[in-house]
Antibody, heavy 125, light 107 residues
Framework: QVTMRESGPALVKPTQTLTLTCTFSGFSLTTSGMCVGWVRQPPGKALEWLARIDWDDDEFYTTSLKTRLAISKDTSKNQVVVTMSNVDPMDTATYYC?????????????????WGEGTTVTVSS | DIQMTQSPSTLSASVGDRVTITCRASQSVNNWLAWYQQKPGKAPKLLIYKTSNLENGVPSRFSGSGSGTEFTLTISYLQAEDFATYYCQHYNNYLFPFGQGTKLEIK
């Protein structure tokens, strides 16, 4: 059974760096085709994909936030960490980590098949 | 970047109804489209991937179709547990744009 769990601070001050950790089980991030991503959802608003890290260490970021985001993995701990620098109250949201996988080696279509419960982050002074 | 737009934003329906939600892409895309269901206070759940493939365990009353710029999610016989918000999402060029969501309400 695949599980994803997010952890991190509930409250962060503006201009600080937010660090969130995803701890997962039931799969290995060294297996070809396996990835972990982050998605956020401001209160009452839509989902927004943020970042993804792949089994082969490739990293991808949403265009609008790529200068503020960094994603990394620790395969020995089954953890993925995302940092967001210079946070603003607009970054207040629930942050989800997701397992992302591709359909096959021949068809590199990626989709999010397992989600964590999410962690709520408020940016406020 | 490709934008995904869903319609309607809100849909009122009754148990037993057949409903369709539409997702339109800002340009013609391949069929790398997924649908997710989200209930209040819960994480999204994958329903359909690659336009029409049902995820394991998802009831067969859910179906997806489409091509080009228009994709649809159909629920053939609404059950009480289907009232939720639905999101489409495309995958292209390493990006995962989501639609803005469609809230399915009880009439």
């Amino acid at each position: 059974q695949v599980t994803m769990r997010e952890s991190g601070p509930a409250l962060v001050k503006p201009t600080q760096t937010l660090t969130l950790t995803c701890t997962f089980s039931g799969f290995s991030l060294t297996t070809s085709g396996m990835c972990v991503g982050w998605v956020r959802q401001p209160p009452g608003k839509a989902l927004e994909w943020l970042a993804r890290i792949d089994w082969d260490d490739d990293e991808f970021y949403t265009t609008s936030l790529k200068t503020r985001l960094a994603i990394s993995k620790d395969t020995s701990k089954n953890q993925v960490v995302v940092t967001m620098s210079n946070v603003d109250p607009m970054d207040t949201a629930t942050y989800y980590c997701t397992r992302i996988r591709y359909l096959s080696r021949a068809e590199r279509y990626y989709y999010m098949d397992v989600w964590g419960e999410g962690t709520t982050v408020t940016v406020s002074s | 970047d490709i934008q995904m737009t869903q319609s309607p934003s809100t849909l009122s329906a009754s148990v037993g109804d057949r409903v369709t939600i539409t997702c339109r892409a800002s340009q013609s895309v391949n069929n790398w489209l997924a649908w997710y269901q989200q209930k209040p206070g819960k994480a999204p759940k994958l329903l359909i991937y690659k336009t029409s493939n049902l995820e394991n365990g998802v009831p067969s009353r859910f179906s997806g179709s489409g091509s080009g710029t228009e994709f649809t999610l159909t629920i053939s016989y609404l059950q009480a547990e289907d009232f939720a918000t639905y999101y489409c999402q495309h995958y292209n060029n390493y990006l995962f744009p989501f639609g803005q969501g469609t809230k399915l309400e009880i009439k």
